[in-house]
């Protein structure tokens, strides 16, 4: 059974950090694509950011968390993805999804359908 969890959401003031974490069963060389998701209550689900394992790789990010958020797998584990945020603002508060992309799919980073396996999302909220 492929599994994709997220963990490391919370409250957190204003200009805060945090960092979630992403264990997915599938690892890094059965992948091709990770990333991660938020949705605000009320608003659509968007992209935030992505690390592609094919052979061009490179990360991406929404340009609302460009310079504050970084994605990156855990060098030590095949099966860890995080997402370190820093100097969070109260529109950075969502449901974070983790999404995994195991098979080539020709869309943008930040299209959904890339990714065919995600995680339950953990909450994450931002207060001043």
């Known amino acids: 059974q492929v599994t994709v969890m997220e963990s490391g959401g919370g409250s957190v003031q204003v200009g805060g950090s945090l960092t979630l974490s992403c264990q997915h069963s599938i690892g890094v060389h059965g992948t091709y694509y990770m990333a991660w998701f938020r949705q605000a209550p009320g608003k659509e689900r968007e992209a935030v950011a992505a690390?592609?394992?094919?052979?061009?790789?490179?990360?991406?990010y929404a340009g609302s968390v460009k310079g504050r958020f970084t994605i990156a797998r855990d060098k030590a584990s095949d099966n860890l993805l995080y997402l370190q945020m820093s100097r969070l603002k109260p529109e950075d508060t969502a449901m974070y999804y983790c999404?995994?992309?195991?098979?080539?799919?020709?869309?943008?980073?930040?299209?959904?359908?890339?990714?065919?396996?995600w995680g339950q999302g953990t909450q994450v909220t931002v207060s001043s």
């Open positions: 999404a995994q992309g195991t098979r080539a799919y020709g869309a943008n980073w930040d299209d959904s359908r890339k990714y065919n396996y």
């Open positions: 690390i592609f394992y094919t052979a061009t790789g490179g990360e991406y």
